[in-house]
């Protein structure tokens, strides 16, 4: 299981789209609970991944030394924006198997949203944990200033991150034109990109492009069970006061508690939103996102806009598998090479 330890509410950027910081008083600065009772719980799950999330991670290093000193798990990784990674020492660098580096795409477009001089930042820490073994995932926001198939292929070809991932930066921030702007860019970005995808399928390369990857998994391997994060599922969040949540970040919402460190907790037993349970796709998407199906901020015909452009985007991955089902017969590419667990990396998938 995906455990996500929210190592402080605090964050050194404000970004826009989630503009920074967590109030202290939903996402304590500090850790509140006894580490000890977070070790009884994780080490009992054999297959425990634990990722650090903030806030920025990085803020609290400590935490994250003393939960890698103390605590036994299969694997570890983080959620950084990148430009604090010199305070947490090398040996514990090393031991982390994936960081997932918040930058959108070009440098004009990442710091536009997220600052002067975090693109060059967020590079930099690439480099460095790469360089030590880590693999690097590329998180990018995707916003009306992205052109989707310029962004993605300017990660890729930097050649310093093993993977890319995106999320839409839909339903948190203020109600855009997004319908307008994904049909006359992005849907068809995501068609080139995904061309260049299948291009070099059949030259036996697996691109590691995890909304399009995580899709066509959930095509061969069987599905999602609830929403691709896996949140209440597969995956929980452990804030920084000792609440155990579905979604990291739906720190101020009950729907989310599932227990405390303290006490335990119970995972989600009907993770489908009633809106998902009839519709096609339930397999690849599981609902796109809980916090999303949970919060109505946006309007329904707003959130309905993001239904049919996730839909399309569906469509487009999935018309690919007739191809690629003769390129696994050929022998071109092995059917093991596509299987993608979000849980492992805490990614979303459906972006
Ligand atoms: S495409 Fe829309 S309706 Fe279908 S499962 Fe995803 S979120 Fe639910
Ligand atoms: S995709 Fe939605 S439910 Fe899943 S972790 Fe992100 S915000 Fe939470």
């Known amino acids: 299981m995906l455990w996500i330890l929210l190592t402080t509410g605090k964050c050194n950027l404000k970004c826009d789209y989630c503009g920074g910081s967590f109030p202290a008083k ?27 999330y903030g806030g920025e991670p990085l803020a609290n290093p400590k935490f ?11 694997r570890f990784g983080i959620q950084t924006n990148g430009t604090l990674y010199r305070l947490l020492p090398e040996r514990y660098w090393r031991r982390m198997n994936v960081a997932l580096i918040s930058v959108d795409g070009r440098e004009e477009v990442t710091d536009k949203h997220r600052g002067k001089g975090v693109y060059r930042r967020a590079l930099e820490a690439a480099e460095y944990v ?38 839409l930066d839909v339903v948190w921030s203020e109600e855009w034109d997004f319908e307008g702007w994904a049909y006359s860019s992005y ?6 990109l995904y061309e260049d995808f299948l291009n070099e399928l059949r030259r036996g390369r697996v691109l590691k492009v995890i909304p399009f990857l995580g899709v066509i998994s959930a095509h061969y391997f069987g599905g999602f069970r609830g929403v691709a994060c896996g949140a209440g599922v597969e995956s929980v969040a452990v804030n920084t006061d000792g609440r155990i949540l579905s979604c990291p970040i739906a720190v101020r919402e ?43 901020y946006w309007s329904e015909e707003a959130f309905e806009a993001v239904d049919r452009v996730t839909k399309e985007y569906l469509r487009a991955v999935l018309s690919g598998i007739p191809e690629i089902d003769e390129l696994i017969n050929e022998g071109i590419i092995r059917k093991e090479d596509l299987y993608y667990d979000p849980t492992e990396d805490s990614t979303e998938v459906i972006p």
């Open 64 to 74: 994250i030394m003393e939960v890698m000193d103390n605590i036994r798990a299969r």
């Open 26 to 52: 939903y996402v304590p600065y500090a850790v509140m609970y006894d580490v000890k009772k977070l070790k009884a719980l994780i080490e009992a799950d054999p297959k425990a991944t634990v990722i650090f």
């Open 254 to 296: 009950g729907w989310a508690v599932l227990g405390h460190v303290d006490k335990g907790f119970r995972l989600l037993e009907d993770p489908y939103p009633e809106r998902c349970k009839s519709c096609e796709f339930l397999k690849y998407c599981g609902g796109r996102c809980l916090y999303a199906q949970m919060e109505s």
């Open 130 to 167: 790469k360089s030590l073994g880590v693999e690097t995932i590329a998180r990018m926001a995707v916003t009306a200033d992205s052109d989707i198939y310029l962004e993605v292929k300017h990660l890729l070809d930097l050649g310093l991150f093993d993977k890319v991932h995106w999320q």
């Open 187 to 192: 849907l068809p970005g995501i068609r080139r």
